[in-house]
C-alpha cells in the first residue's frame, strides 16, 4: 500500500532563506506527483504538477524535484516571503489507480 | 480557471441528523473524492467516484453515502451526524486522464452539537 511521509511536520525559518520541504513514497510505480499549500481553514491549492517521466517542474520562487526511483520530492522555495506561511502537502497517484494519496503535510512559517 | 465549489464554508448540525454535502466542479472532470481532514491525521479519503453512479469506498466509508447522479455534481451524505463527524470536509476533482492535476474547493467546516 502507499504511503506518503513528509518529514518535519513544522518548520520556521527567517524571511528571505532558501528552504527545501520533503516527501517521500513507497512505491515508485506512479502516475504523478503533485505539491499543494494550505492556508489555515481553507481548501488545498495546487502549486505544482510533476509527471512521473519529469525531474522537475519550476513555478516563480518555487522548483519541484521528483526522484521516482528513491521515493523522494522536494519542494525549493527561493527568497522566503511572510506570504509563504502555510501547510504544504504532497500526494502521488499511483500507477493504475485513480486515487490521491496524501502525506500529512510540513506547516512552514517564515519569520518577519 | 478550474472551479470546484462546495456549497458551504461552515455548517453546524444536531447528532442525528442527516446531512447533505454537496460539490461542483466544472471542467467535465470524470474523477471526484471526498476527503475529510482533522488534526494529526491528514486528509483520509471517504469516498471516490470515476464517473456518474460509479463509486468506490475510501479509507474511512463507515457513516457516509455518496451521490453523483450528475457528472458536475458530488454529494456526500451523513445519515445521521456524530460528534466524531465534526471535521474539515473536503471535496475534489480531477480528469480521468492519469497525467493531469486535482484541483480542490475550498471546504466544509461542519461542526455535529
Known amino acids: 500500500k502507499q504511503e506518503v511521509t513528509q518529514i518535519p511536520a513544522a518548520l520556521s525559518v527567517p524571511e528571505g532563506e532558501n528552504l527545501v520541504l520533503n516527501c517521500s513514497f513507497t512505491d515508485s510505480a506512479i502516475y504523478n506527483l503533485q505539491w499543494f499549500r494550505q492556508d489555515p481553514g481553507k481548501g488545498l491549492t495546487s502549486l505544482l504538477l510533476?509527471?512521473?517521466?519529469?525531474r522537475e517542474q519550476t513555478s516563480g520562487r518555487l522548483n519541484a524535484s521528483l526522484d521516482k526511483s528513491s521515493g523522494r520530492s522536494t519542494l525549493y522555495i527561493a527568497a522566503s516571503q511572510p506570504g509563504d506561511s502555510a501547510t504544504y502537502l504532497c500526494?502521488?497517484?499511483?500507477?493504475?489507480?485513480?486515487?490521491?494519496?496524501f502525506g500529512k503535510g510540513t506547516r512552514l512559517h517564515i519569520l518577519p | 480557471d478550474v472551479k470546484v465549489t462546495q456549497s458551504s464554508r461552515y455548517l453546524v448540525k444536531r447528532t442525528g441528523e442527516k446531512v447533505f454535502l454537496e460539490c461542483v466542479q466544472d471542467m467535465d472532470h470524470e474523477n471526484m473524492f471526498w476527503y475529510r481532514q482533522d488534526p494529526g491525521l491528514g486528509l483520509r479519503l471517504i469516498y471516490f467516484s470515476y464517473d456518474v453512479k460509479m463509486k468506490e469506498k475510501g479509507d474511512i466509508p463507515e457513516g457516509y453515502s455518496v451521490s453523483r447522479e450528475k457528472k458536475e455534481r458530488f454529494s456526500l451524505i451523513l445519515e445521521s451526524a456524530s460528534t466524531n463527524q465534526t471535521s474539515m470536509y473536503l471535496c475534489?476533482?480531477?480528469?480521468?486522464?492519469?497525467?493531469?492535476?486535482?484541483?480542490f474547493g475550498q471546504g466544509t467546516r461542519l461542526t455535529v452539537v
Open positions: 475534489a476533482s480531477s480528469s480521468g486522464r492519469v497525467n493531469t492535476e486535482a484541483f
Open positions: 510533476i509527471q512521473s517521466s519529469q
Open positions: 500526494a502521488v497517484r499511483p500507477r493504475g489507480d485513480d486515487k490521491i494519496i
